[in-house]
């Protein structure tokens, strides 16, 4: 079974906003580093966010790739071991199949400064995303 499961994904409008859950499946997902990621269709799947494992340095910290940056927030405010991506200022070319996923590789609590789809592991399922008028 997938370790994660991703929530929340619906159709919206262009300018519209959506929030997006990435829940563990009882592991303990706080002390990783997790990934948010997005694939359209015929397209390859692309690193759009990571948050820091809960404790790792002096605090959480994100980082995000530039076609999210300051529209997309990830966070840990939820439950442990849930995850939310806030995404606003949607765009039709955010339509896909979004994912979460864990560092694959230690120091386990860091992001990858690429945000690469091989630097993480245990994925969900996904949930789709569609932006239209």
């Known amino acids: 079974q997938s370790q994660f499961a991703e929530f929340g994904g619906r159709l919206t409008h262009p300018g519209g906003s959506l929030r997006l859950s990435c829940n563990s499946a009882?592991?303990?997902?706080?002390?990783?580093?997790v990934g948010w990621f997005r694939q359209a269709p015929g397209k390859e799947r692309e690193g759009i966010a990571c948050?820091?494992?809960?404790?790792?340095?002096?605090?959480?910290?994100?980082i995000y790739a530039r076609s999210v940056r300051g529209r997309f927030t990830a966070s840990r405010s939820g439950a442990e071991d849930t995850i939310a991506l806030q995404m606003r200022s949607l765009k039709p070319e955010d339509t896909g199949t979004y994912y979460c996923?864990?560092?694959?590789?230690?120091?386990?609590?860091?992001?990858?400064?690429?945000?690469?789809?091989?630097?993480?592991?245990?994925w969900g399922q996904g949930t789709q995303v569609t932006v239209s008028s």
């Open positions: 948050i820091t494992g809960a404790g790792y340095g002096d605090g959480t910290s994100t």
């Open positions: 996923a864990i560092v694959r590789d230690a120091p386990w609590g860091r992001c990858p400064d690429s945000i690469s789809p091989g630097d993480f592991r245990a």
């Open positions: 009882g592991f303990p997902s706080n002390i990783y580093a």
